[in-house]
């Protein structure tokens, strides 16, 4: 159970990070399958932002190995300044996305509050994808694949640095979870850096019980949990409605325990929930799934533990 009291819904409805179009429409899709009712009943006060505004998505081909480089700045710059004022409010941000690129601007926000409160920052980041790509290694130029090089300090210039230090993250600070989509250049990047990556074969090998008890080992009273939450790093058979799905994720249970085991640690102070596609969905169904994760995450259990 987290020990924040109100929570703060951000709404950020653009691809501008992405390869295909829809996750604008991501936002709205968790609102129509009752985020704010299933949250305000497990007792938190829900406040709705409403969806920032931003540029519209270009489509244009990439520059210097960047795509919508500019629009992706003016949206990061957007969600980070709601996410500086939730924090700043007291209250738990909850990044309603939008594509992956936007955690640049969520996490950066996130890092400074932690270093300024004196908190030890992890992320868990689940996700299909490494996203350690650069303008340099990516074979697309697409922003969401690169927003955890830009928060290790390794992206483009106009991306890195937000927080107040050259990294938002120390390469120590983010564990991935249910990775198994990592472009040549990537592995050699997660090798080099030494990151911590929990891939689908160690969580065949171990089990998702095992993988989480490691993920969150040295999660104690002075941490700050960030959880960003990739719809992708579910199976699509489960969660179809994904630009990037990938097959062999996590199942439906698996994703469960997994969100239990963080809640267990009482320590989530903050989420980002992006890559749903409403326009590759079926009957909202991906939107319902992440909301019923979502709730197990926030500390639903089926009894009293």
Same mark, same amino acid.
């Given at each position: 159970m987290s020990t924040f009291t109100t929570v703060e819904l951000i709404g950020a409805p653009?691809?501008?990070?992405?390869?295909?179009?829809?996750?604008?429409?991501?936002?709205?899709?968790?609102?129509?399958?009752?985020?704010?009712?299933?949250?305000?009943?497990?007792?938190?006060?829900?406040?709705?932002?409403?969806?920032?505004?931003?540029?519209?998505?270009?489509?244009t081909e990439p520059a210097n190995g960047l795509r919508h480089l500019d629009e992706v700045v003016t949206w990061n710059r957007a969600v980070y300044a709601a996410?500086?004022?939730?924090? =700043?409010?007291?209250?738990?941000? *909850? &990044?309603?996305? /939008?594509?992956?690129? $936007?955690?640049?601007? #969520?996490?950066? @926000?996130? +890092?400074?509050?932690?270093?300024?409160?004196?908190?030890?920052?992890?992320?868990l980041w689940?996700?299909?994808?490494?996203?350690?790509?650069?303008?340099?290694?990516?074979?697309?130029?697409?922003?969401? =694949?690169?927003?955890?090089?830009? *928060? &290790?300090?390794? /992206?483009?210039?106009? $991306?890195?640095?937000? #927080?107040?230090? @050259?990294? +938002?993250?120390?390469?120590?600070?983010?564990?991935?979870?249910?990775?198994?989509?990592?472009?040549?250049?990537?592995?050699?990047?997660?090798?080099a850096l030494g990151l911590n990556v929990f891939d689908m074969r160690h969580i065949d090998e171990h089990g998702m019980r095992t993988t989480m008890t490691e993920a969150l080992q040295d999660i104690g009273e002075d941490t700050h949990l960030h959880v960003s939450f990739d719809l992708d790093c579910l199976d699509p058979d489960y969660a179809p409605g994904v630009g990037t799905g990938v097959r062999g994720g996590p199942t439906w249970r698996e994703m469960q325990l997994c969100m239990e085991m963080i809640a267990d640690t009482g320590r989530l102070a903050s989420l980002d929930v992006v890559e749903l596609n409403p326009a590759l969905d079926v009957r909202n169904r991906t939107a319902e799934v992440a909301v019923e994760l979502i709730e197990s995450l926030f500390g639903k259990s089926t009894l009293v533990r």
């Open positions: 653009t691809d501008i990070g992405a390869s295909v179009r829809g996750a604008g429409m991501g936002p709205d899709a968790l609102r129509v399958a009752d985020i704010a009712g299933t949250l305000s009943r497990l007792g938190f006060e829900i406040v709705d932002r409403g969806n920032l505004a931003g540029p519209a998505t270009p489509w996410v500086d004022q939730a924090m =700043g409010a007291g209250h738990l941000p *909850l &990044l309603m996305g /939008g594509d992956h690129c $936007l955690a640049i601007g #969520s996490i950066s @926000a996130i +890092a400074w509050h932690a270093r300024r409160r004196g908190k030890k920052l992890r992320v689940l996700d299909a994808h490494s996203d350690v790509n650069t303008e340099r290694t990516s074979p697309s130029g697409n922003i969401h =694949g690169m927003p955890v090089a830009c *928060l &290790l300090g390794h /992206g483009p210039e106009a $991306l890195s640095g937000w #927080s107040g230090e @050259a990294a +938002a993250l120390e390469h120590d600070a983010i564990r991935f979870l249910g990775i198994r989509s990592v472009d040549a250049e990537e592995k050699a990047a997660i090798r």
